[in-house]
T-cell receptor, first 116, second 116 residues
């Protein structure tokens, strides 16, 4: 299957700082990228959907000013957690898919964020 | 009601036995369906797509029932390595949004534990 690379895989940051997570599609053009968050023993929760070149669409309850998403090219999307707090500690996963409506999504390896 | 619902389990399955579980979805306009497998602390990986006619891949069989709005996954001759969380994913068209597009919604996952 297609490859999606997410970086970093693990990050520890101090409360109040910002963290940027990158998601790259290595061998296909990702017109749509999704960002998810997963707390322990819970399912993936969609945070936002981003289409290349346009503003991300955020799910209800997700603060767009806190979770900044940029999808400037067909192979790269970034999620920046601004002014991180301990409650933002979670597993963040991106996924990417092509323009075809019914194709599956390919997932990055995930980023485990710990805010101390 | 959640858009995509699954029995969280766990399903404790003797090695070699058959296990089956369902996933219900609320959006009748949903277009495509997938089963993903997620191991602890790892990203989800596509197990199989679910076609209208149902499909089989080795020991795994997926079925779609549009009338009752559910999909199912059956695992035959369970192996210890089948222990994982199985995520049901539904692709729906996001209507009423500024940037209309398709959206993947995950169920909460069904945990399967295969024991010797």
């Amino acid at each position: 299957g297609a490859v999606v690379s997410q970086h970093p895989s693990r990050v520890i940051c101090k409360s109040g700082t910002s963290v940027k997570i990158e998601c790259r599609s290595l061998d296909f053009q990702a017109t749509t990228m999704f960002w998810y968050r997963q707390f322990p023993k819970q399912s993936l929760m969609l945070m936002a959907t981003s289409n290349e070149g346009s503003k991300a669409t955020y799910e209800q309850g997700v603060e767009k000013d806190k979770f900044l998403i940029n999808h400037a090219s067909l192979t790269l999307s970034t999620l920046t957690v601004t002014s991180a707090h301990p409650e933002d500690s979670s597993f963040y996963i991106c996924s990417a898919r092509t323009a075809s409506m019914n194709t599956e999504a390919f997932f990055g390896q995930g980023t485990r964020l710990t805010v101390v | 009601r959640k858009e995509v619902e699954q029995d969280p389990g766990p399903f404790n399955v003797p090695e070699g036995a058959t296990v089956a579980f369902n996933c219900t979805y609320s959006n009748s306009a949903s277009q495509s369906f997938f089963w993903y497998r997620q191991d602890c602390r790892k990203e989800p990986k596509l197990l199989m797509s679910v076609y209208s006619s149902g499909n089989e891949d080795g020991r795994f069989t997926a079925q779609l029932n549009r009338a009752s709005q559910y999909i199912s996954l059956l695992i035959r001759d369970s192996k210890l390595s089948d222990s994982a969380t199985y995520l049901c994913v539904v692709n729906s068209l996001s209507v009423g949004r500024k940037a209309a597009g398709n959206k993947l919604t995950f169920g909460g996952g069904t945990r399967v534990l295969v024991k010797p």
